[in-house]
């Protein structure tokens, strides 16, 4: 067959739509032994499978972008299900946050108040208005969480103290005049006081000059020799045995408990400061130390030690003999770290520690302190309250006159006069003018009065002030009221 000649062609077959099966195509049956009939149905073949091929691409080029088109949908959706959910979590866990910042920011108003746990830059700080206000059990050290700034408060009266650490002493010297102004700030007048151990002479405690100044029975000057601190814990354990026997007398267990029961402030808290711990203690001290903190907790005496582990050691032969953790094991643990602080009282909570006053507001606080302590007076009673029950008044006298002239926490102070077994016949007042002589006396005087009857008592009143105490104790012209025992 030379190539000018040419063979029929049929045209091709349809292709098939989509979705529609497959037909097989075929050309006639021309005779299998025509050569030309085989080249045409191979050429035919090879068209129809052209055409297959190339519907079968474009049908696949079509489901693939199909495909991919929902696999592309899929993951948008997924992705915007994902930013949503992602921000409905957001979400509640800001609104949880808030939530239990709103609760622990009730709680610490409860377990801090006022001063005790306020913002350093507060501007109530520059107001009188809570200073001397309420004795803070628990005083803030920073805040928990930097978006709520929700205050980190930890207890310091009622327990032994703290041991305070840092990677640099100036940062926890830094802490203490802190808490040392929130605690001074926020006490009652005479509630605190506050004796320090500086044997570096850092001089940490001027920030508390004023009170030192104006009030050292509140603030003393700081110790800095060993024989100085021998001293001042010599006072404490005479204190902490003689509250010992004061609380076991009403059964009280605790120096907050006898505090809180009788509302009156008849003692203060002690709060001992360590600066450079172990640095300047010997054994004997130590020893000291240790018996004071095993039984600060319940005799209103509490420790803030600054622990340096290396103080001492190589400038001072004695400290070799002290086993720090003697002291440091009965305390609770504050780590300060750079802007953080770790306390054993929140374990695992990140708290960011508070920065310094301002040196101003130190001096401004501390004179206002000062001025409420010099107006301060001792606790008050009422005259009723030192009387018996109406049914008793009136009393034979048996072998003693008494009278109740005050109240030393909730226990009578009672005033005896007896003739023997001992003899008791006199009493001497003397105070300075104004110090509360004649009231004293006039209480004497009306107490006796109305536990014993004018035919057992008689009263003879000298007067040598032109009357002005005792001139209505007796009868007179047109007087309604008078002692008749006078």
Not at 242 to 271: C, I, N, W
Not at 312 to 336: A, F, N
Not at 409 to 417: I, K, M
Request: glycine letters at 8%.
């Amino acid at each position: 067959m030379t190539s000018s000649e040419s063979v029929p062609r049929r045209s091709p077959a349809p292709s098939p739509g989509p979705g529609e099966p497959l037909t097989e195509w075929r050309l006639p049956d021309t005779g299998e032994s025509d050569p030309r009939a085989w080249e045409a149905r191979i050429r035919g073949l090879v068209a129809a499978a052209y055409d297959f091929a190339t519907d079968a691409r474009r049908v696949g080029i079509s489901e693939h972008g199909r495909a991919e088109e929902e696999r592309r949908t899929a993951h948008a959706r997924a992705a915007h299900s994902s930013a949503d959910a992602r921000q409905k979590v957001e979400h509640a866990v800001a609104d949880a946050v808030d939530a239990a910042a709103s609760v622990a920011g009730d709680r610490v108003e409860d377990l801090a108040p006022g001063l005790a746990s306020l913002d350093p830059a507060a501007a109530a700080w520059e107001s009188r208005e809570f200073l001397g206000a309420y004795t803070p059990l628990y005083l803030r050290i920073g805040t928990v969480d930097a978006r709520t700034a929700v205050p980190a408060v930890v207890p310091l009266l009622g327990t032994a103290g703290w041991c305070v650490q840092a990677d640099d002493a100036a940062a926890a010297r830094q802490l203490l005049q802190n808490v040392l102004l929130r605690l001074m700030a926020g006490a009652e007048p005479l509630a605190v006081r506050v004796d320090a151990y500086d044997p570096r002479l850092t001089g940490a405690l001027g920030v508390l000059g004023d009170l030192t100044a104006k009030a050292p029975r509140v603030v003393p000057p700081a110790s800095h020799s060993t024989d100085d601190l021998h001293a001042m814990l010599a006072e404490l354990v005479e204190t902490a045995s003689r509250r010992s026997a004061k609380l076991t007398q009403p059964g009280h267990r605790t120096f907050e408990e006898m505090v809180d029961q009788s509302g009156q402030v008849g003692e203060p808290y002690r709060v001992v400061v360590l600066l450079d711990y172990p640095a300047g203690v010997d054994a004997r001290a130590q020893q000291d130390l240790v018996r004071l903190a095993g039984a600060a907790a319940s005799r209103g005496i509490c420790f803030l030690v600054h622990h340096d582990p290396g103080a001492g050691v190589h400038d001072d032969p004695g400290v070799r003999d002290v086993d720090p953790s003697g002291l440091t094991t009965l305390l609770e643990d504050v780590v300060v770290r750079r802007d953080r602080v770790e306390v054993s009282w929140l374990p695992g909570v990140p708290v960011r520690g508070d920065p310094p006053f301002d040196p101003g507001l130190y001096a401004t606080v501390c004179g206002e302190i000062a001025d409420l302590i010099d107006r301060a007076a001792l606790p008050t009673l009422d005259f009723a309250d030192t009387l018996p029950d109406r049914d008793d008044w009136w009393q034979p006298i048996r072998e003693e006159l008494s009278t109740v002239i005050g109240m030393d926490n909730r226990t009578p102070a009672t005033l005896r006069l007896r003739s023997g077994n001992p003899s008791l016949p006199h009493v001497l007042i003397g105070g300075a003018v104004g110090q509360g002589k004649s009231n004293l006396l006039l209480v004497l005087i009306h107490g006796l009065a109305a536990r014993y009857s004018p035919d057992d008592l008689e009263m003879y009143l000298l007067d040598f002030k032109q009357g002005l105490e005792f001139s209505v104790l007796g009868p007179g012209a047109g007087r309604e009221h008078w002692l008749p025992h006078a």
